[in-house]
C-alpha cells in the first residue's frame, strides 16, 4: 500500500496554493473533480485546465466553519473509504478506471454517508466546471447577456476568463 | 431605483464605527414581509429602520450579471451550496436587499381559500378568512402589475409541457406573473432581474418604504432580539464585511418600541432560538414545511434551450390538492410545472459523472425538464450548532415520499407525451425511461439522502401561527405569544406551506399584521 506525502498530493494539483484545503484535500479533491470532469478535446477542457478544485477551495473561505470542516472530513472518506470497498488502496493511487469504479460504488453504496460524501463533491464539483465560460460552447450556451462584475466576495481565480 | 432613495440604504463601506439607533419600529429582513410590514408602518408616521443580512444590489449598478456562481453569491444565503443536513434538500434564501424576491420566479397567487380554511379551523388562526385577505390581494396585485402570463412568454418548454399536458389530457393554466413591460424573458429571474421587469420587492414595495421615510441598513447580521421583562426592546447586530462575509468589528444596537421579525422561512426562527425567546409551546424550529420540488429531464429531437424566457408561464393546479381513499394516499399533492435551471445549476442536477454525463451536457440544450412543488406532509426542523449558526433537519419520508413518486410520475408523462425520447432521472443511478409503460420504475428509484436532491423554494411553519400558546408560536396579530412587541411576519409564521408560491400570502399576511400592529400601537408606545 502506497501513502500519499505532501509531494505525491501536491502533484495532483499544480501550482496551487491551497486556502482553507490543505495541500492533502486540495489533491484529493483535484484527482476526484478529473474524474468527474475529465478532458475530452478542445472543447472539453477538463476539471485541471479549469482548476475546478482550487475555485471551489476558495469558496469555501466564505462558508461557516462547519460546511468546511464537513467537506475536509468528506475528503478523507474520499482518499481512504476504500477498506469499505475492501481495497486499502487510497482513492489517489489509483488508475483512472479503478477512480471511476470506486466512484459509481461510492454513488449507489448502502452507506448514507458515502453517498453523501459523493454526491455533494460530484456537485461542487459539476458545478464550478460549468460556471467557467470554457465549458459553454460545448454544451450550446451562449452566455450571459450582462457584461461581468465580479461580486465582493469572489471566489473566482484572478486569472480565469470573465465570461 | 433612484438616487435620492439609494441614500436611504446604508451599506457596511460607509460605516467607520459602532452605532447606535432608537426607533419605533426595527424590521429584521427586506423580503416580502419585512418590506410591507415597514412601508405600511412608515406611511402611518412610525420611524422604521429595516436591517438586512445581505448586500445592496442593484441593476442600475451593473450587479445582476446573469452569471450562475456570481449571483448566488450576491442573492442567496448559502451561496447556493447549503443543504439539510443529510444533504437531501437544497437550500436557497434570499440574502439581500430585497430578499427572496429579488431571485424569485415571479409567480404571484392567492393563498388558495382551502388553505385559510384548514388553518382557521385545525390552528385557530383568526381574521385572515379569503373575504378578509381579499382587498390586501387585490391592492398586492396592483402593485405588481401580476397578471396572467401572455401567450408570447412561452418558451419553448413551456410549449412542450402544454403539448405534452394536452395529449395527456391534463388541463393547465397560464400562472399570474409580477412582471412589466421592462421583462425582456432574457431567462436570468432567478439571478435576479438585471431588467427591473420582475416586480421585485427592490422595485415594487421597498422604494415606497423608503419614500415614507424607511431607512435600510445593508450588510447587517442581527446576533439577537433584545429582550426585557418579557417585552421586545431591540437588536443586536453586527455589520458584515461584504467582500469576506465575515464580521467588520462594528456593532449596531438597536432600540424600538416593537421588533419584526422577517428574515425568512428559514432564518426567523433560528434569530428566536439564538435569541433564546420564551417558547412554552415547544414549536420553535418545529413544523418546517417547503414544498420539496422533485424534478425530472427529457431529451428531445429538437431545441429546448430552457435556460431562455421565464419560467413558467404555464402549469397545472390539477393536482395541488392530495387525494386519499380511506386515509390512505392516491394521488395529487404537487404543483406541476415546467422547470428552469441554468445551465451550471442543470450540470450539478444531472446524474452521473464522466462522460456519461458530459455525453448529456453536449446536448444540454436539448433537455427539458418538468419539476413539481409538493404540498409537504412530513416536516422538519431546525436546531443551532454551537456557533449559532442553523442546522436543518429534513428527510423525505412517508406521504411525502409517495406524493413525489406520484408527482415524478406525471412529470414523465407530460414529457413523454410531448415528445421526450428518453427521461432521465436525477438519481445515482441515473434511471432511464423511454415510454409509459416504464413509469412504474418511478415506484422503487432511489430517493435517499445522497441519491436524489430536492430544491426547498418555500419554506414556512418554524414559527407557526395559531390560537393555543401551548401548540403556536404567534398569535394572529403575528405577535410572538410570550413576548410582547416581538412579532414574525414572514413565511415562518404561516402554520404550514402554502401549496402555491407563498410571496401573495407573506404580503397579505403583512398587510394585516400592520393594520392590526397600529390599532393596538398605543400598547407598545
Redesign the interface.
Known sequence: MRGGGDDHYRSLCPGATPGVLSVKELGVLAALCE????P?DEA?AGAKVVRVAERIDR?L???????QSDLKAALLVMEHGGLLHLSATRFTRLAPEAQ?AR?EAM??SSS?L???????L??????????DERT?A????EG?????????????LPEAPH? | MDEALRERVLESERVSAPMTETVDAVVIGTGCGGAVMAKELAAAGKSVLMLERGGFYLPQRGDFDQREDDMFARLDGGRGLDTSENTQATLTYGNCVGGASVHYWADTLRTPKDRLEQWASQHGVEAHSEQELLPHFERIEKALNAHPAKEHRRNAMNRLFIEGADKAGIEWEPIVQARDDRCVSSGYCMQGCAYDGKQSQLVTHLPEALRAGVRIFADCEVERVLVNGGRATGVLAHFLDRRTTKRLGYTLEVKAKVVIVAAGGFNSAPLLLRSKIPDPSGQLGKNLQFNPCPQLFGLFERDVVMWRGIPAAVGTSKYRLARYDDGRYVEGGYLLLPNQLPPATLAAVLPGFGKRHRDLMDHAHRIGSAISWIDDVETGSVRLDGDGNPIWSWTLSGTNELIVRDALKKQATVLLHAGAKELIVPDAKGTRLSDLSELKKLDTVDLRPGSMMFASPHPAGMCRMGKDPAKSVVDSNNEVHAVKGLFVTDPSALPTAVSVDPSETIMAFSYVAAAKLLERWSNYA
Open positions: 474524474r468527474v470532469c475529465p475530452a472539453h469558496e473561505a466564505f462558508h461557516t466553519p462547519r460546511m471511476d466512484i454513488m449507489t448514507e458515502e453517498r453523501q460524501v459523493i454526491g455533494n460530484r456537485l461542487l464539483s459539476l458545478f464550478f466546471y460549468y460556471v459553454w460545448a454544451i450550446h450556451y450571459p447577456f450582462q457584461p461581468r462584475k465580479a461580486p465582493p466576495a469572489d471566489s473566482r465570461g
